[in-house]
């Protein structure tokens, strides 16, 4: 038995609440993503930025570090292992030859469609019952407070 407090009925701060919340939220979606990932040998950021490559093919490295609030050398790296397992393909862009701007390759995009799939169901699962328009203003939301803090 545990001689933590359940937390769910601790009155908190409305700041501190959307912390623990969003943090929960955060690090249960890892979890879950992280397990359905595993038979992929994919990581969760690389996922992410397969995703994002994938909705955005040609984007440059500037963007995916700009969309991933990551640092361009921590994309630079998770790139370097993506292209290595043959995910990606960074071509000279050709307004500006020291720019790259980053595709799938076939395989990368063989993966991201099953990948998406899979996740897909797995949150329909997870959102059944829940009114789109909560869902929208939850994004909104948390799109907005994420603005403010960048």
Known sequence: MSNMKDNSKMKLPIEIELARTTSRFHWSLQNKTNAILKPFGLTTEQWRLLMLISFNEGADQQFLADETLKAKS??????????????IARVPDPNDGRNKCVYLTDKGKALAEQGQA?????????????????????ISVLSELTERML
């Open 74 to 87: 921590s994309i630079a790296a998770l790139m370097k292992n993506m292209g290595k397992a043959g995910l």
């Open 118 to 138: 899979i996740l897909t169901a797995e949150g329909k699962k997870v959102l059944e019952g829940q009114e789109k328009e909560d869902l929208e203003k939850i």
